[in-house]
């Protein structure tokens, strides 16, 4: 089992910035991807970003060049830059870890908001 905590979120005007954090409750082993996934009101929760084992990363196209996510193995935590944010970027927004077994087990965390407004 893997508990996994998110903070970060609030509200920010457009064009600020947020850090989200997503911590780990044990060391993770084996192949995984962990991600971000943000969810608005009336639509499909979607991903936004998500880092492999390795480190490569993949960005939705809506956030590229504006999100970053990054890891820190030591500290069992996956972060989410956000940078240059717009009202669509509103959303609840949960982290994720996919841990590649037979079958593959999914996670998630509770959720932080974002609320991108003036």
């Known amino acids: 089992q893997v508990q996994l905590v998110e903070s970060g979120g609030g509200l920010v005007q457009p064009g600020g910035s947020l850090r989200l954090s997503c911590a780990a409750s044990r060391s ?17 929760r979607a991903l936004v970003a998500s880092i492999m084992t390795g480190g490569s990363t993949n960005y939705a196209d809506s956030v590229k060049g504006r999100f970053t996510i990054s890891g820190d193995a030591a500290k069992r935590t996956v972060y989410l830059q956000m940078d240059s944010l717009k009202p669509e970027d509103t959303a609840v927004y949960y982290c994720n870890v996919r841990l590649f077994l037979r079958p593959n087990i999914d996670y998630w965390g509770q959720g932080t908001q974002v609320t991108v407004s003036s």
């Open 28 to 44: 993770i082993s084996g192949m995984y991807v962990m991600g971000w996934y943000r969810q608005a009101p009336g639509k499909q």
